[in-house]
């Protein structure tokens, strides 16, 4: 089966790409979302093998940064169950689980950033959710001509 490529949106400052290298085995849960749409495509369509680019969001210079390979394919959320956890919900139920997260792996670092402007200003990719008016979906899929057009921008330099 081909992998499918995704965008997973991080504000640095709370996990960052270099966050992830540095993580036990370079690998952590994608935990936190609430958003349904997102959470659909982490529990429905997200896959192992399934190839990301790692973006940094809500900071000064948004970019894409690296990538990441996922590891395990979707599972609860038992954050949502931890009353001490920042992403507690008390709606959700172990039992019926409302969130879902994927394992993720580092698989790459770039060597500059690929920012939004220059995302922005590539023909090729002006379909990008990401660009898409009204777009802020934390986890949003990515066609491969595109995932492979932004790792080509980051090895140019």
Request: charged share 25%; net charge positive; with cysteine.
């Given at each position: 089966m ?34 349904y ?15 990301v ?42 039992g019926?689980?409302r ?5 993720v792996?580092?698989?790459s ?5 690929v ?11 002006a ?24 790792v ?6």
């Amino acid at each position: 089966m081909n992998p499918s490529f995704w965008l997973f949106k991080s504000e640095p400052e709370t996990y960052s790409i270099d966050d992830l290298r540095n993580a036990p085995d370079q690998t952590t849960c994608w935990e936190g979302v609430r958003n349904y749409q997102a959470r659909n495509l982490l529990r429905d369509k997200i896959q192992l093998g399934d190839r990301v680019l790692f973006y940094h969001s809500a900071c000064a210079q948004p970019a894409v940064v690296g990538t990441a390979i996922v590891v395990r394919e979707g599972y609860p959320d038992h954050h949502a169950w931890d009353t001490r956890h920042h992403y507690f919900d008390p709606k959700s139920d172990p039992g019926n689980p409302r969130w879902f997260m994927v394992d993720v792996q580092f698989e790459s670092k770039f060597s500059r950033p690929v920012t939004l402007a220059e995302i922005r200003a590539t023909k090729a990719l002006a379909k990008m959710e990401l660009l898409r008016k009204g777009s802020r979906l934390s986890i949003q899929p990515v066609r491969k001509t595109e995932f492979d057009r932004i790792v080509q921008i980051a090895e140019r330099m």
